[in-house]
Nanobody
């Protein structure tokens, strides 16, 4: 079955950086687009950035496009989220998502906390 596993979250100081990873299992990873979402405390989950199977990127939050970058390595079945110049308002649980064969699949999420 489809499974997504995120990693790479943690506690980072403002201005720092993190690189999140999401590994996909149970489907032909290179054939599907992948999207990173985040959910901050008390807020709804929101789409952050996506990457289609061809590598084209989709920025869902315009204010993040200069700090957040998405990439993928199909040989490793992995999508990455590089986050630079982190701010306290970036604190959230970050999830990856894939729509595979009509179903929406989520990972368990990885916590990112930006605090001094």
């Amino acid at each position: 079955q489809v499974r997504l596993v995120e990693s790479g979250g943690g506690l980072v100081q403002p201005g720092g950086f993190l690189k999140l990873s999401c590994v996909g299992y149970g489907f032909t990873f290179g054939n599907y687009g992948m999207t990173w979402y985040r959910q901050a405390p008390g807020k709804e989950r929101e789409a952050v950035i996506g990457i289609v199977y061809s590598g084209a990127r989709i920025n869902y939050i315009d204010s993040l496009k200069d700090r957040f970058t998405i990439s993928r390595d199909n040989d490793k079945n992995t999508v990455y989220l590089q986050m630079n110049s982190l701010k306290p308002e970036d604190t959230a649980v970050y999830y990856c998502n894939a729509h595979v064969e009509g179903g929406s699949h989520w990972g368990q999420g990885t916590q990112v906390t930006v605090s001094s």
